[in-house]
Nanobody, 123 residues
Framework: VQLQASGGGLVQPGGSLRLSCVAS????????MGWFRQAPGKEREGVSC????????YYADSVKGRFTISRDKVRNVVYLQMNSLKPEDTAVYYC?????????????????WGKGTQVTVSS
């Protein structure tokens, strides 16, 4: 299993970024996916998750209305569109694959993790 995240960078408050995570090495249609983040000195938190069929999504309260998760079944990519970014969104963002027998959006619900991509929101 390989998960390759990209799309991070430096953006001003109020700006937007789109993160992408290309997945390989497993049956894409069978697993939910998620985005997590970890800021310096803080625990990793679940930002957003999406079910295998895209019928169910979860968003942390802190990002509801600003972030949108989606997945492309042809390209095996999961996206995180981030709008109206705030300095408190600054973190390393990770994509992860959900365990087959779980449907939550916590670290315990995930089995495989990609390397993170840094998102910095600053003026």
């Amino acid at each position: 299993v390989q998960l390759q995240a990209s799309g991070g960078g430096l953006v001003q408050p109020g700006g937007s970024l789109r993160l992408s995570c290309v997945a390989s090495g497993f049956s894409w249609d069978f697993y939910g996916m998620g985005w997590f983040r970890q800021a310096p000195g803080k625990e990793r938190e679940g930002v957003s998750c999406i079910s295998s069929s895209s019928s169910s999504t979860y968003y942390a309260d802190s990002v509801k209305g600003r972030f949108t998760i989606s997945r492309d079944k042809v390209r095996n990519v999961v996206y995180l569109q981030m709008n109206s970014l705030k300095p408190e969104d600054t973190a390393v963002y990770y994509c992860a694959r959900r365990r087959a027998d779980r449907n939550g959006c916590t670290s315990r619900d995930m089995t495989y993790w990609g390397k993170g991509t840094q998102v910095t929101v600053s003026s």
